[in-house]
């Protein structure tokens, strides 16, 4: 588990790595969600995990060896990973970790409240899992219709209880805002009732409209209403404010965690830090074997295209794509102003370079003065007024270091 107060983008470590696994199941898939999942596939899991873990032993023989970074966090994602059942998690986890997992080790697994039960929460613990990311997003049965979710609101309040029970101290719920003809006070009601449950870290998202989305289909149809900009500042101003009183404190853009339970494996991410993403759309960031500045590459989409790529043994790490000084200075620097304590220039110099620091800094002086950034005693960040249009602030810097 993180602390809150060492936060702070630019680390740089090469020590250790994260490792992600993308398990893309699903009963059915939400009306916004443009992630690589499929539904109705239970019947191709396990032949999936052995795929996935044919790729891992790949990575670490082919891309890792003989370097021996520490795996610092684990996090198994999807899709619905808790759709899988006790027999395949076992499987995929011990095939992950076949020495076992090092207690130490932050190993989260996401959860959807109507496929959670005790004996999975159990057989999660004795495998090594230590966290749980529990999809709810709504606590409004009509809001939960409209998003296509297939649980209740009554599930998730066993879901939560389930969790409370079997003693899990690090778990995570999930919210969303910004949902079709939500208003800011039933936004609160949601807030309200998630807090309640004193959850040690909450992320809560603003719904965006992705491409080739049911949701978009519909508001092209005029037949979705959504929240004006106006409410949606409401919503996120109610957020910040009650989850502070409720001791969470806001850490990125969309995360807050009470003091020691941050999310290690996100942080990664956010620092640009190497990870590695196995299964069907994982993309991944290393550093070992990969040039000076590291290297991305991204798997296939495609479930049939992604088992070729398995059996015939051409994993897109071989064909992965280094990075230029620059293009990992600006990975760096636009994933570290999601964070809310910013980003530490001293070791950003150190990274890239005094000069190439200083001349971005040059660059967005003219958003420093109007106010949407703040440079403080080695840190620059977002303002609160920047982070209320974090996305739009990106593409601006972005166009401005161009």
Request: some cysteine; glycine content about 8%.
């Amino acid at each position: 588990m993180n602390a809150v107060s060492t936060d702070l983008a630019g680390r740089g470590d090469t020590e250790s790595f994260a490792l992600y696994v993308h398990l893309p199941f699903c009963k059915r898939r939400c009306a916004y969600c443009d992630f690589v999942s499929f539904a109705g596939m239970e019947g191709v899991i396990s032949s999936y995990i052995e795929l996935v873990l044919k790729e891992w032993r790949a990575v670490k023989d082919l891309l890792i060896s003989p370097a021996s970074p520490k795996v610092t966090s684990c996090y198994l994602g999807g899709g619905t990973p808790s759709l899988l059942n006790e027999i395949q998690i076992e499987t995929l986890v011990k095939g992950l970790f076949p020495g076992g997992v090092d207690s130490s080790m932050e190993f989260t697994i996401e959860a959807n409240p109507e496929s959670l039960m005790p004996s999975k929460l159990r057989c999660y613990k004795s495998l090594g899992i230590n966290r749980i990311s529990l999809g709810v997003q709504s606590f409004s049965d009509e809001s939960l219709q409209k998003l296509g979710r297939i649980h209740t609101s009554r599930q998730a309040d066993m879901a939560i209880q389930m969790i409370c029970d079997e003693g899990w101290e690090n778990w995570s719920l999930d919210l969303m805002y910004g949902l079709p003809d939500q208003t800011p006070g039933a936004f609160e009601r949601d807030l309200d009732r998630a807090l309640a449950f004193e959850s040690p870290h909450l992320s809560a998202y603003c719904l965006t409209l992705a491409p080739g989305t049911p949701f978009v289909k519909l508001a092209e149809e005029g037949r979705l209403q959504l929240p004006k900009e106006q409410a949606i500042l409401e919503m996120m101003d109610v957020l910040e404010e009650k989850s502070a009183l409720a001791g969470l404190f806001q850490y990125e853009t969309s995360n807050f965690a009470r003091e020691g339970f941050t999310c290690a494996h996100n942080l990664t991410y956010w620092h640009l830090e190497p990870y590695v993403g196995v299964g069907v759309g994982a993309v991944s960031y290393f550093v070992w074997n990969s040039g000076p500045w590291g290297a991305h590459w991204e798997n296939p989409t495609d479930l049939q295209a992604y088992g070729k790529m398995a059996r015939d043994g051409s994993w897109a790490f071989m064909n992965r794509k280094g990075l230029t000084r620059k293009e990992a200075f600006m990975e760096t620097f636009l994933t570290g102003l999601r964070l809310t304590q910013g980003i530490e220039v001293s070791r950003l110099k150190a990274r890239f370079g005094e000069e190439m620091v200083a001349e971005v800094i040059r660059k967005i002086t003219p958003l420093v003065e109007d106010g949407w950034l703040e440079v403080g005693k080695d840190v620059l960040r977002t303002t609160r007024r920047g982070g209320r249009v974090l996305d739009a602030l990106l593409l601006e810097i972005v166009f401005d270091l161009d």
